[in-house]
C-alpha cells in the first residue's frame, strides 16, 4: 500500500515542474563511484600517478562514450578506472561526486563501488575502501549529506573470487552497508552468487542486485528467490511478466530506475520510450538513479528533469512519488527516512 498524498499542486506548468525537481530533497540508491570519474579527473589522475590513457585528451575520451550495450560501455569504464592507485585518488573522486550531488539536494546516497576492478591490479582493498569511506565521512560532516557503501561484486568473475573479497573486506566491515552485483548480466545469472550472497547475509549486510537491465525477467525472480535481495537494481525488464509485477508491486520490491543509461546503453531507444511511467502506474516502488553519470549524461537532477520533459505521463504526483520512494528504498533509520519525507512534503507543499 502506499500512503495518501500530501497537500500539493495538482499541476504545475513544465518549467516549475522542473525546478521543483531540482530543489527537493532526494535520495540516490543507485550510482556507480567509478562511473562518476569525469574525464577531466581521469586525465589529471594519470598524470598525478603516471598512467597512461589510450586517449590523447579529454574531448578524444569523452567522444568515445558512444555505447553500443552493456558491454562495450563496460570496457570503457573499467578502463577509466585504471588511474585510481592511492587512498587520495578513491577520495578525490567520491568527494567530486559528493559536490556535485550536493548541488542536486541530494541528502541521502548509497554508493556503489567494485573492489574487484581495483584488486586485480594489485590495489589494496583497504587503500578502495578507506578513501571512499573517508569521503562519506566529509560528505556528513560539510555536506550534510547521509552517505555509506555497497561493495559490488562483478558478475562476469567467478563465485570463488567474490567470496575472496568479501573475505577480504571483512576487517573493513563497519566502513560498508551491503554487497551488490553489477557487470556484464547476461550469461551471469544470480543463481552463480548463492553462496556469497547468503554468507553476506549472515553478515548482517543488505543485499541488492542488477537484475534485468539486459537481462531477463528470470533473473529478477533469481535475485529475489536466491539471493534474497531487498532491492533490485534496473529491473525494468519486469514488465515481460506480469506475475513478476504483481509480485513486486505486493511487496514493494524497490527498483533502482536509471533513465539515461537506459537510453545510452540502448536497454529503451529514446527517453520518450520509457516504462518508467508504466512501472508507476503498475504499483512499483520505482525510483530514479544516476548510475553512471559521468559516461551517461548526466546526475540525479538531469535524469529527473529530462525524463519529466520527455514522458507527458509524468506529472507533479509521480514526481513526489519518486522521490518518496527513494527515501522509502533506502537502507537509512525509519527516523531519518520520516525526517526526509517531511522535508520533501514540505517543498511540494510549498509548490503550491
Ligand atoms: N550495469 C551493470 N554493471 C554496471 C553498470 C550497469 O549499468 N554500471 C557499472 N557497472
Ligand atoms: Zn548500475
Given amino acids: 500500500m502506499t500512503a495518501a498524498l500530501p497537500p500539493m499542486p495538482r499541476h504545475l506548468p513544465p518549467d516549475r515542474l522542473a525546478s521543483l525537481l531540482r530543489s527537493a530533497p532526494k535520495s540516490e540508491l543507485h550510482i556507480h563511484i567509478e562511473g562518476s570519474l569525469e ?64 548541488a542536486d539536494q541530494v541528502v541521502h546516497a548509497e554508493l556503489f563501488f567494485d573492489p574487484q576492478t581495483h584488486t586485480a591490479r594489485g590495489i589494496d582493498i583497504g587503500v578502495v575502501i578507506g578513501g571512499l569511506h573517508r569521503a562519506c565521512e566529509q560528505a556528513r560532516s560539510a555536506l550534510g549529506i547521509d552517505a555509506s557503501l555497497i561493495l559490488c561484486f562483478l558478475r562476469h568473475l567467478s563465485e570463488d573470487e567474490a567470496l575472496a573479497t568479501l573475505q577480504a573486506a571483512l576487517p573493513y566491515r563497519t566502513m560498508f552497508i551491503g554487497v551488490g552485483l553489477d557487470s556484464s548480466e547476461r550469461g551471469h545469472p544470480p543463481q552463480k552468487f548463492a553462496r556469497v550472497f547468503a554468507e553476506a547475509g549472515a553478515l548482517g549486510l543488505h543485499r541488492v542486485a542488477h537484475a534485468g537491465e539486459e537481462g531477463p525477467p528470470a533473473y529478477i525472480e533469481g535475485a529475489l528467490d536466491v539471493l534474497q535481495v531487498e532491492r533490485i537494481d534496473h529491473g525494468v525488464r519486469c514488465v515481460e511478466n506480469p506475475a513478476l509485477v504483481a509480485r513486486l508491486a505486493a511487496s514493494r520490491m524497490p527498483l533502482t530506475v536509471c533513465p539515461l543509461s537506459n537510453v545510452k546503453l540502448r536497454v529503451f531507444a529514446t527517453l520518450a520510450e520509457h516504462n518508467l511511467p508504466a512501472l508507476l502506474a503498475a504499483g512499483l516502488c520505482a525510483t530514479v538513479n544516476s548510475d553512471d553519470p559521468a559516461y551517461f549524461g548526466g546526475y540525479l537532477n538531469d535524469n529527473l528533469v529530462a525524463s519529466f520533459a520527455a514522458l507527458p505521463q509524468l506529472g507533479v504526483a509521480e514526481a513526489y512519488r519518486l522521490l518518496r520512494n527513494g527515501f522509502e528504498a533506502s537502507f537509512a533509520p525509519d527516523a531519518d527516512k520520516a525526517g526526509w519525507i517531511a522535508r520533501l512534503d514540505a517543498a511540494f507543499a510549498a509548490a503550491a
Fill in 39 to 102: 574525464p577531466e579527473l581521469i586525465f589529471r589522475l594519470a598524470q598525478r600517478n603516471g598512467v597512461a590513457l589510450a586517449y590523447p585528451s579529454v574531448e578524444a575520451l569523452r567522444a568515445a562514450y558512444a555505447f553500443a550495450d552493456l558491454q562495450s560501455f563496460l570496457d570503457i569504464y573499467y578502463a577509466g578506472a585504471s588511474v585510481l592507485i592511492e587512498e587520495q585518488d578513491f577520495f578525490d573522486m567520491a568527494w567530486a561526486y559528493f559536490e556535485r550531488a550536493a
